[in-house]
């Protein structure tokens, strides 16, 4: 049992959000057995037996939780080409580059992604990983987080209609759809894991409606289902983007992309979407009608010139919308408290200075993520909730003044920092602001993978 006790606040995003002063939570098999004032602990948690964490000059909150990434990315940081793109250009670059794609890259750039967010704040991720070229597989991925030991959701993305077929990856970056579906139903069976706490989950994910035909959409949707509300097998892709997604949906479907979602059966609450930048308000009326989901990228949908999804309106509308940081090569960053800001930053650019407080960007990033991914198990500090709780310091040079008058809004405010503590199903994975791991020796393996790609594909 552990007592994480005198946290300066504990920000709980319970029913009532309460954030308690000089806070405490106790953990006991990967749970959280008690949470309030350091003063009210029960003498029960008070023997010498309780392993004690003093959080004195930290606040606390529960973990983040990542809704959309592609790790792999992380090899194509920054490609000079790619830089100053929009996302179909963006895409047609760095296709070739990740055609040559090993088991190896994506085992070590599933583990710096890893160890990135959760240097961030973040305790469960998804990932959306949709080209498997030479040998590569999901359970590369599933290997590489069970050894950072962060909650995982792997979607097991896929890409079937290539530039000879009207879509826009190469024809050698795609997949028969009938090994695709042979392989989701392989990965579920063997992977995915639909009880309380579960460290990994499987999500079927055609990668988007310009890289997968609609027989596939609809096959993955009756495959994720046909394992039935036990398994609770989820899907997700990306949506309404981009300009340019919205012509190529009309022009090729007849529907916008919202639209042609619903008619492949692509809502309900086991699904979300990544950005939906260009949802109209009837789309949003039936994602909310639907609970459909939406992982929101803001920094993305910037460095993309993609636009700004409508997060206000989806949040006055009930739509469950989380935080994703994207792919790492059109973000170049994994850390989810500075998307956290970002959220809060471009809703307001709009004009209103009230369209987004820095506690809500707070719970669309806790609360908001863990109804995105379908759990009830984690985004919150709450007896009976998993022990999956991150700790920043409010005594540093970056937060001076702010943490004085408000620590939660100068957490969001002031320039993201990284987690003192992370801890994961009660596990303590960072400590005084260092990973478990090796991280020195992870950067340089991970950048020798990232040379040796580029290299393979003719860039170096």
Not at 51 to 61: D, E, F
Not at 164 to 181: F, K, M, V, W
Not at 234 to 244: C, I, K, R, S
Not at 245 to 259: H, N, S
């Amino acid at each position: 049992m552990l007592c994480v006790e005198h946290a300066d606040l504990l920000v709980t995003m319970d029913k009532e959000r309460r954030e308690i002063v000089d806070g405490a939570v106790v953990v006991a098999d990967g749970a959280i057995a008690w949470v309030g004032a350091t003063s009210d602990l029960p003498l029960s948690f008070q023997s010498a037996e309780v392993q004690r964490l003093n959080a004195r000059g930290r606040i606390v909150l529960p973990g983040f939780v990542n809704t959309h990434h592609h790790f792999y990315q992380t090899l194509t940081r920054v490609i000079p080409a790619a830089q100053d793109a929009v996302l179909f250009d963006w895409l047609k670059t760095l296709y070739p580059i990740w055609a040559e794609l090993t088991p190896e890259d994506v085992f070590v750039s599933t583990q710096l992604a890893l160890t990135e967010l959760l240097c961030s704040g973040c305790t469960t991720s998804s990932d959306h990983h949709y080209l498997w070229p030479n040998g590569t597989r999901l359970d590369d991925q599933f290997a590489a987080a069970e050894s950072i030991g962060v909650r995982f959701h792997g979607a097991r993305g896929s890409m079937s209609l290539g530039e000879s077929q009207g879509g826009l990856p190469p024809d050698r970056c795609t997949e028969q759809e009938s090994a695709i579906l042979r392989d989701c139903q392989r990965v579920v069976e063997r992977f995915h894991d639909p009880s309380r706490f579960a460290m990994r989950r499987v999500v079927l994910a055609p990668c988007s409606p310009f890289s997968v035909t609609p027989e596939l959409m609809r096959e993955s949707a009756l495959l994720a289902r046909s394992f039935g509300d036990t398994m609770n097998v989820h899907l997700h892709t990306h949506l309404a983007e981009t300009q340019d997604e919205e012509r190529f949906c009309l022009e090729r479907f007849g529907y916008r992309p919202g639209e042609y979602a619903e008619l492949l059966g692509w809502t309900g609450d086991d699904v979300w979407h990544a950005h939906c930048v260009h949802l109209n308000q009837s789309e949003v009326a039936r994602f909310a009608q639907s609970k459909t989901g939406v992982a929101h990228c803001p920094t993305s949908n910037m460095r993309l010139a993609s636009g700004i999804a409508p997060v206000r309106a989806l949040r006055d509308a009930g739509v469950p919308v989380g935080l994703g940081v994207d792919g790492s090569a059109s973000n170049d960053g994994s850390h989810l408290l500075n998307e956290v800001r970002q959220c809060l930053l471009l809703q307001r650019v709009l004009g209103n200075p009230r369209a987004m407080t820095a506690r809500e960007a707070l719970e669309i990033a806790t609360l908001g993520g863990a109804a995105v991914l379908g759990r009830d198990d984690i985004g919150a500090l709450v007896p009976g909730m998993a022990a999956d709780l991150v700790a920043f310091r409010l005594d540093t040079l970056w937060h001076a003044g702010g943490a004085v008058h408000d620590p939660v809004a100068a957490l969001v405010f002031c320039q993201p920092q990284p987690v003192d503590w992370a801890m994961v199903a009660g596990r303590l994975l960072v400590s005084a602001g260092m990973p478990s791991l090796d991280v020195p020796a992870l950067v340089a393996q991970h950048s020798r993978a990232a040379r040796a790609l580029v290299c393979r594909a003719g860039l170096a």
